[in-house]
């Protein structure tokens, strides 16, 4: 009986333990089955150069929808014409000129004028920059005048007498029309100071508002500004420009090129800017010459412009003499005649170089720059 006992036991022992291996089996093989394939994906648009450069670079960048910043083409400014420019600006003239035209009104107007009198109407001629002898023949003028026409208008006698001394029947036309087949060419001359450069640049504004076409020359290769400042005037109203690629270029080759550029081009004018110098200095004054001559192998100077700055007064008539003697100066740049520079250099520079005043700067503004004009000129001093 204790075996069958011992018996039954062992098989039930078996069985439990064969029932625990078939259960651990199965879970085993669960754990190892390998996991599902995870299902494919509509496939997507290509890549485009876009995108491929996008994940090259790592950062994501949709170069596609980023538009490419150009340099904008500079704007062409179109300047106004030059006629009556003087009338327009002549506010500004009658600010800084006022005073000596009520000086000379307030004295003329007296009840009765003696030699004193006259005489301080001279005096306040002369240190208006008119120079001594312009000055003594306009107060003769006036009292012959005055003692035959016993006129009580003071200040149209006056005025009558200032444009008479200005010169109005003096030819300040400047030739900047083309002629033979060339450009005219207009050569800037003056000393350190004077607004020269930006003189050619309002210039080329002048001229272009009148319809010509121009071209700048930068001869100026000892200021290193001085190209570029002029490039700056020209891009402005889509003048062209000749300058060196060097500082200290010989500035008798840069205005040869300049007006050999001109004349392929066909403009009708060609504005040479020149170094400023010093009437004292000999070397530099004879370069001015050589300038002249190279460039008259090819075309003819038609305006040698001499330019003063007009508040220097007598040492400006000094500059103007020497440069006369090494160029044969045809007209008169006065710069800067609206602020403290008295008006009688305007005649006192007529009559010591015979040439007229052909413009005149009145103000810091771009078309500030306008064609002088004997009676706009007195009118303003007059405060007519």
Sequence with gaps: MEYLIIIIAILVGLGAGGGYLLVSSRRHRRATLPPPK??????????????????????????????????????????????????????????????FGSVLLGLLSRDSLDDAGWEEIEDTLITADMG???????????????KVTGSKD?????????????????????????????????????????????????????????????????????RAAAADQLQTWGSRVGAAVVRSD?????????????????????????????????????????????????????????????????????NGLRQARVFAEVVDVTGIVLTKLDGTAKGGIVISVQRELGVPVKLVGLGEGPDDLAPFEPAAFVDAILGS
């Design 38 to 99: 995870p299902e494919p994906k509509a496939p997507g648009p290509a890549p485009t150069d876009t995108d491929e450069r996008a994940g090259a670079g790592g950062g994501g960048l949709d170069l596609a929808t980023e538009a490419v910043a150009e340099p904008a083409a500079p704007e062409i400014e179109v300047p106004p014409p030059s006629a009556g420019r003087m009338v327009r600006l002549r506010g500004r003239l009658a600010r800084s000129q006022s005073a």
């Design 132 to 146: 001594v002898a312009p000055a003594r023949h306009l107060v003769e003028q006036l009292r012959t005048e005055v």
């Design 246 to 314: 060097r500082d200290g270029a010989d500035p008798a080759s840069v205005a040869f090129e300049a007006v050999k550029e001109g004349t392929e081009l066909s403009v009708d004018t060609v504005i040479i800017d020149t170094a400023g110098r010093l009437h004292t200095k000999a070397g530099l004054m004879d370069e001015l010459g050589k300038i002249k001559r190279v460039v008259s192998r090819q075309a003819d100077v038609d305006e040698v412009l001499l330019v003063l700055d007009a508040t220097t007064g007598q």
């Design 154 to 222: 003071v200040r149209a006698l006056l005025r009558a007498q200032l444009i008479e001394a200005i010169g109005p029947d003096m030819d300040r036309s400047l030739r900047v029309s083309r002629h033979g087949g060339r450009p005219a060419v207009l050569l800037m001359v003056g000393v350190n100071g004077t607004g020269k450069t930006t003189t050619c640049g309002k210039l080329a504004r002048v001229l272009i508002g009148d319809g010509h076409t121009v071209l700048l020359g930068a001869a100026d290769t000892f």
